[in-house]
Every structure is written in C-alpha cells, then in structure tokens.
C-alpha cells in the first residue's frame, strides 16, 4: 500500500460569484449596515426570509415573461421532487411573507428591511454576479405618495451616509391597471407602424415597453416620436405622480423624470426609479424599485398597495471604490499583544480577555513566532497600540505599549494596562 497522497486539486468558487474577506470584507459589511440603519431610522423593521422559495411565487409574482424569470432562475427539483428556486429578488418573498403571517392584519404600512444574497444566472462581468447582494425595504398598505417619497428618501440617505455624490435618481410613473392597457395598444399601434427587425418585433409582441429603453442608436432614432406612458397617465396616477415628486421637491431630493425607464419586473405601477452611478460602466443600477400596486392580490393576498427599493451593495461597494471614498476602518483589531515567552503569554492572555470584556478589539500572536513576526502580526492587524511583554517586564510588573502608528513606546504598570488602554481608546 503507498502512503505517498496524491495531490488534491483545490476547488474554486462557483463562477460570477464576489466573495469578500479581509481587510476588502470591512468595505462590504460596512456598504451593508450603513444602507440598512438608513431603513431602520424609517422604521423599517428587520425580516430574515428563505433564500429558496416555491419556484411558483416568483412565476406568478415576478412574471413569467421577463427575462429574471424565464432565462435566470436557478431553479431545482428538491429531494420531494418540489420545484424550488433560489431567489432573484426580495420583493415576492415579502409579500408571500406578509400574507403568511397575517402581518398586514395589525397596523398598516407594514414596514421591513431585509439584506442578503439573490441569484441570478446572468453572464457574468464587472459589477453583474450570479450571487448578488441587496439592501431591501418594502412598505405594504398605505397608497400614499409621501410613502414613495419616504422610500426614496431612505436610498438617497444611505448613498450620502457613505459619502457617495457620484450618482442620479431616475424616474417615472408606470401608471395603473386603469390606464396602462389603453397605452400598451397605444404603443403596439405605434411599433406595428415601424421597420423593426424579427428579434425585436417579437420581444415587443411580450412587452412592448422594452422597446422604449433600447440602446441601439438605429432603435432609438425610431423611438423618438413614441408615445410615452408619462402623458397618458389616469388623472388618480397624474395626481400621485406630482404629489411624489413635490414630496421630494419638500425633501431636497434631487431627480431627473426618466418616461423611457423600463425595468425588469413585472409587477410595478406608478412610481418607479432607479439609483444610477455613472462611474460604474456597463452595470449603472445602484439600485431600484417602486410601486407594486397588484402585488399582494396577485399573491393571494388582501388588495393592498405597496412600495419598496432594491439597493445593490457590491455595486454601491464598487462605487465607493470609483470615487475614492472609504468611510471604514480595515483595522482587524485595536490592541496586538506581543508574549515574549510562556510566562508573558499567560499574563497576555488574560489582559487580553478583560480588554474584550471591557468592549475593546484584541488579538495575540499565536504560534510561538518570534519577536519580529510578532510585531509584523500587529501591524499588519491595524491595531493602534501593541502590548510587548517579556520575561524582565513581567518581573518589574509593567508591559510595554507601543503606539503603532508613531512608534513611540511606554511602560505602564501590569495592573493599570487596562482601564489606560480603554480610555485612550476612547479619546
Ligand atoms: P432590481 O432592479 O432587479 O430590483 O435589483 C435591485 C438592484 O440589485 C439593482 O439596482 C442592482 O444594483 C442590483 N443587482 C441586480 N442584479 C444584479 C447582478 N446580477 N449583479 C449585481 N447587482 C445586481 C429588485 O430586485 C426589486 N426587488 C427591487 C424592489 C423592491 N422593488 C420594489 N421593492
């Protein structure tokens, strides 16, 4: 038998997928919570839901003709041979949940947050993934304009928390079940008129208000005199649309009305925008979303209207990159102990266990290295002060604390290490 192993190829992530460790992580979690504490200022209360879902939901509640649903789903049979799917996006699961639990029969708006990953298979490239991370809000039962205002307002106030200036509001209004019908005949009058090529006369036969957003410039020529859904909107979808946007005129939100804005799911009326940075390239959308009027009864349940936003971190994270903002700290920890023999290492490790309780971040070199990779560790930890404890130092009942960033170091008596470190710390 040979014992000789052979080598073992190692595995690599599945492809288009971003994956965030340290120190890059700190950007990461930190685009994360900024978004997210921006929701919860709003009160937007904090829903965890199933990343896989009945494969139904997103068919009926997403809409079976948009490419997030017929072309991107990763969509499985389970071991129950039930059709599940990972989730595309946040909004039908929130509503499947608000349905489920009843949470629209206390008071109304029902208001949530939520953050995690989404999937989608798409061809990968700079700043579009298979796994995708967003900030989400959702507010279910009040059709009231200053709501779409508030949803607005929450992305916008997220985007600033993190310095981020680079970047434009879109939007529009989609209008209702009231006058929609009227204007996509409207529309498909107008494209029937027009010399458009096979592929496109078919993806206009599914949804002819895709053709508006089309980029080519041979399309665009012909799409200039299009009618557009702005100026054909219900008197109630006009009224709300210019009650939205004095809400933001009030707020000093500033916007740019985008009547060509199409986006990839179905179920919006009336408001809809879209968060776009322009340092971004190709993948722009920082974020999106709007109203969803249909949504709950589409869904099973009561008629409820209801609003909500789609923030992107991993492009938000790469628009912080693009204009050079980084409001995070990549410092692992704040205090690097540095042993120098056994004796040291067990005081350090108990200093360094009253220093956590006293809320301050502390790591040890482990791994008996010597003082030159120690003191290596502790800089490259971001820490601010080391703690250098040798055999002579333990003798004298004192520990050195060395200020990483000037190298100035002092000692300070063992007993009073402490409560110094935690409060020039705090200074
Ligand atoms: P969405 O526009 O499909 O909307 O996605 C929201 C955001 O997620 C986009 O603006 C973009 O930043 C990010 N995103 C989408 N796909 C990718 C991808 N492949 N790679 C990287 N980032 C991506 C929604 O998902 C709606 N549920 C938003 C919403 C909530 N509407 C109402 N409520």
Redesign the pocket.
């Known amino acids: 038998m040979s014992t000789v192993q052979e080598k073992v190829q190692p595995f690599a992530a599945p492809k288009g997928i971003p994956e965030y460790y340290p120190p890059e992580s700190a950007g990461f979690t930190h685009v994360r919570d900024t978004l997210s504490a921006a929701a919860e200022r709003a009160g937007y209360g904090y829903v965890e839901l199933p990343v896989f879902e009945e494969t139904g939901l997103y068919a009926r509640g997403v809409g079976e003709s948009t490419d ?1 649903v017929s072309k991107e789903m990763y969509t499985f049979a389970d071991r129950g041979e039930r059709s599940v799917t990972l989730r595309p ?3 039908a699961g929130v509503v499947r949940s608000v349905i489920e639990h009843g949470m629209d029969r206390a008071g109304l708006p029902v208001k949530l947050r939520y953050a995690g990953p ?1 999937f ?1 298979y ?1 061809r990968p490239q700079a ?4 796994q ?1 991370q ?1 900030v ?1 809000i ?1 507010a279910i039962g009040a059709d009231d304009p200053a709501l779409d205002a508030e949803v607005v307002a929450v992305a916008d106030e997220g985007f600033k928390a993190l310095g981020l200036t680079g970047y434009r509001l879109e939007l529009t209004s989609l209008g209702d079940a009231s006058c929609r019908p009227a204007y996509r005949s409207l529309l498909q009058d107008f494209l029937a008129g027009l010399d458009l090529d096979a592929a496109t006369r078919a993806r206009a036969a599914i949804n002819p208000l895709r053709v508006l957003d089309d980029k080519r410039p041979e399309v665009r020529a012909l799409m200039e005199d299009a009618p557009l859904l702005l100026d054909h909107l219900s008197p109630a979808s006009a009224e709300h649309h210019a009650a939205v946007l004095q809400h933001l005129d009030d707020l000093g939100v500033a916007y740019t009305i985008n009547p060509r804005m199409v ?3 179905d179920y919006y009326t009336k408001t809809t925008f ?2 776009v940075h322009d340092g971004l390239g190709a ?1 722009s ?6 109203r ?1 009027d249909g949504l709950m009864a589409t869904l099973g349940g009561q008629p409820l209207s209801g ?6 971190v ?2 938000t994270l790469l628009a912080c990159g693009v204009e050079g903002v980084q409001p995070w700290s990549t410092a692992r920890v704040e205090v690097f102990g540095v042993p120098l023999g056994d004796a040291a290492r067990r005081r350090l490790v108990v200093i360094a266990g009253a220093l956590r309780k006293a809320g301050v971040r502390v790591d040890l070199a482990y791994g008996g290295r010597g003082v030159k990779g120690a003191m290596k560790a502790a800089d490259r930890s971001g820490a601010r002060y080391a703690l250098v404890l040798g055999e002579r130092d333990l003798e004298a009942g004192t520990v050195g604390v060395k200020d990483l960033a000037s190298g100035e170091q002092r000692d300070t008596a063992l007993d009073a290490v402490v409560p110094e470190l935690v409060a020039a710390l705090a200074s």
């Open positions: 997030v996006e946040g909004t989404f989608r798409e700043g579009r993934y298979r995708l967003q989400g959702e986006r990839g799911l879209e968060f993948q959308g920082i974020g999106g979303g709007g969803y609003v909500g936003f789609g923030i992107g991993d492009r």
